[in-house]
C-alpha cells in the first residue's frame, strides 16, 4: 500500500524565477565555470588604492567626455562669437572656441561637465604617477611583472598625452600657447622635424588643421589604446596574483586578503562612489581652465602667468632653465640645444630610466626568482634613495616652470629664481638621495633595534645597584615576523680577473655588475642573527621580572666583548 504526501498548502511547488534565470544564463554563458574569478583574493593595503582612483577617474573621463562630444566643434574655420559672454562679443574666433564657450554658458550643465572631465584628467594623472612610484618603491616590478610594469608606464605616457591633447582642442590662448612650444620641441629634433611638423599641423604653424586633427585623436585612438592596455594589465594582474606586504601567513605562494565577490567588490563598488562624489564637488566648487578669461588664440599674443597643467610643468621648468644654445653644422643645419636638451632628450632619458629599471636590477643582481611580497621601501635603500631623487628632480623643474609667478608673488628676481633652478638640478636631486638613503638606514637599525631590546613601554624601573632603566617590551609576534621576514640583500662578489692563468673574458661586464651591486645592496644594515635574538629575548624577559641576574650582560656589550676578542 503506497501513501502519497501532499505538499502543505502555501508551500513552493515549483523553481524560483532567480534560479531559473540563473540556470538559463549558466546553460549558455558557463558562468559557474567562472566561480574562482569571482574568488580571487586581494590583499588589503592603502597604498593600493591609488590605481582604482585612476581607473574609477578613467570611467568618469569616458562619460563625460562622450558627454561633450555632442556639443564641441573641432573645426579652425572662423566665425564671430554672438554669445552671452559680452566681453568677447563680436570678436573674431574659432569655431572650436566658440563651441567651448557655448558649452560652458549655454548648454545645460555644460560647465560642470567640462571641469568634471578636466579635474578627472588631473586627478587620474596624479593617481597613476603614485601609483607607479608605489610600484617602484616596493620592487613589484620583478619577475613576473616586468611586462606588466612595461604596460603600466605606456599607459602613463598616453594619458599625459591625452591630457595635453585635450586641453589643446578649445584653441584658447592658454592652450595655444603650449601648441606653440609644441611646434618648437617639432622642429628642434634633428633632421626629421621639420616633416614631422608639416605632418602634425599641415603646414606652418598654427595652420587650420591641428584640432580636427588632434580630436580623433583624443576621442578614438588614445582612449583605445587605453582602454585596450588596461585590460591587458587587470589580466595580468589576475592572473599573477596581486602583490602583498610581508606579514603572518603570507608567503610567495600565497594571498591574504579578501574574495572579489562579495568583500572586495562591494568596497571598491562604494570607493567609485566616493571618488565620482568627489570629482563632482570639485568640479562645481573649484573653477579650472576658464576659457572665456583667456580669450581665443591668436599666435601675435601670449600672457603673463601662462603654465600648463601640472603634469606638463617639469617640460616647461626644464625649457625656461635651459640656457639659449645653438650651433650650426656643416650644410647649414642649425641645432637648437636649447630645447633639444630640455624638451626632447631629458624627458626622453628620465622615461628610458623608468621603464628599463626592472630589467636593470634584474641583470645587476642576477635575481631570476619570483617575486610576490613586496618590500618596504626602507627595506632597500639605494632603490627608494633613486626614486625619490628622481621625484626631487620633476619638482625642481615643475616649480621652475612657474618662475615668472613666483617672482611677482613674492617680489623676487625672475633671474635669480631661474639661476636657482639650474643649480637644484643638479644639488637638490643629490642631496634628497643622500638624505634618504641616510634615513633608509637608519630606520633599519631601528628596527634592529626593536628586535633586540623591544618596544618603549615608557615604565622607568631602579636597578638593586641604583641606575635608572626604561623597560622594553617584546614586540608583537606578527610585528616580529615582519621585521624578519625581509630579505638580506647582499652584493655580487667580486669577480676574479684571471683563472689558472687564464684571462676572464668577461671581466669588464662582471666588474660593471659587481660595482653596481654593491650601489645597490651596500652597507644595509644586517637582521640579528639567531643567537643574537636569542640573547635579547632572555634579557628582555629578565628586565620584564623587575630584575637583571647578577653578571648578565646586554647584546651590546657582548656584542664589545666579542670584537675585542
Known sequence: MSTTEKAPQGARTETPTGERIADWADGRLGIYHFRFLIRKVFPEHWSFMFGEIALYSFVVLLLTGTWLTFFFDPSMAETVYDGPHKPLQGVLMSEAYASTMEISFEVRGGLLIRQLHHWSALVMIGALCLHTLRHFLTGSFRKPREVNWLIGFTMLILVILEGFFGYSLPDDLLSGTGLRIASGITL??????????????GGEFPGTEIVPRLYPVHILLIPGLIFILLS???????????????????????????????????????????????LALLAGLAQINPVWRYGPFRSDQISQGSQPDWYMGFLEGALRAMPAWEFVIPGGYTINMGILIPAVILPTLMAAVIALWPFLEAWVTGDRREHHLLDRPRDHPTRTA??????????????????????????????????????????????????????????????????????????????????????????????????????????????????????????????????????????????????????????????????????????AEEREQDQLR
Open 188 to 201: 628642434a629634433v634633428p633632421l626629421v622635424g621639420t616633416y614631422a611638423h608639416m605632418l602634425l599641423f
Open 386 to 555: 633613486f626614486g625619490c631623487a628622481f621625484v626631487a628632480l620633476y619638482l625642481v623643474l615643475f616649480f621652475g616652470g612657474a618662475n615668472d609667478v613666483l617672482a611677482e608673488r613674492f617680489q623676487l628676481s625672475l633671474n635669480s629664481i631661474t639661476w636657482a633652478v639650474r643649480i637644484g638640478i643638479f644639488l637638490v636631486p643629490a642631496l634628497t638621495y643622500v638624505i634618504t638613503k641616510r634615513i633608509c638606514l637608519g630606520l633599519q637599525r631601528r628596527d634592529r633595534d626593536k628586535l633586540l631590546h623591544g618596544r618603549e613601554t615608557g615604565r622607568i624601573m631602579r636597578l638593586p645597584h641604583g641606575e635608572f632603566v626604561e623597560v622594553h617590551q617584546r614586540l608583537d609576534r606578527g610585528q616580529e615576523y615582519a621585521l624578519l621576514s625581509r630579505e638580506d640583500y647582499q652584493p655580487l662578489p667580486a669577480p676574479a680577473p684571471e683563472h689558472d692563468g687564464v684571462p676572464n673574458p668577461q671581466a669588464r661586464k662582471e666588474m660593471l655588475r659587481y660595482r653596481l651591486s654593491r650601489w645597490l645592496y651596500g652597507g644595509q644594515i644586517a637582521k640579528p642573527a639567531p643567537r643574537e635574538l636569542e640573547q635579547a629575548l632572555e634579557h628582555m624577559a629578565h628586565s620584564s621580572n623587575g630584575h637583571l641576574e647578577e653578571g648578565t650582560q646586554s647584546p
Open 232 to 278: 591587458v594589465h587587470l589580466i595580468l594582474v589576475f592572473y599573477h596574483k596581486h602583490t602583498q606586504f610581508r606579514g603572518p601567513g603570507r608567503t610567495e605562494k600565497n594571498v591574504v586578503g579578501e574574495p572579489l565577490w562579495p568583500n572586495y567588490t562591494a568596497k571598491a563598488g562604494g570607493f567609485f562612489f566616493l571618488v565620482f562624489g568627489l
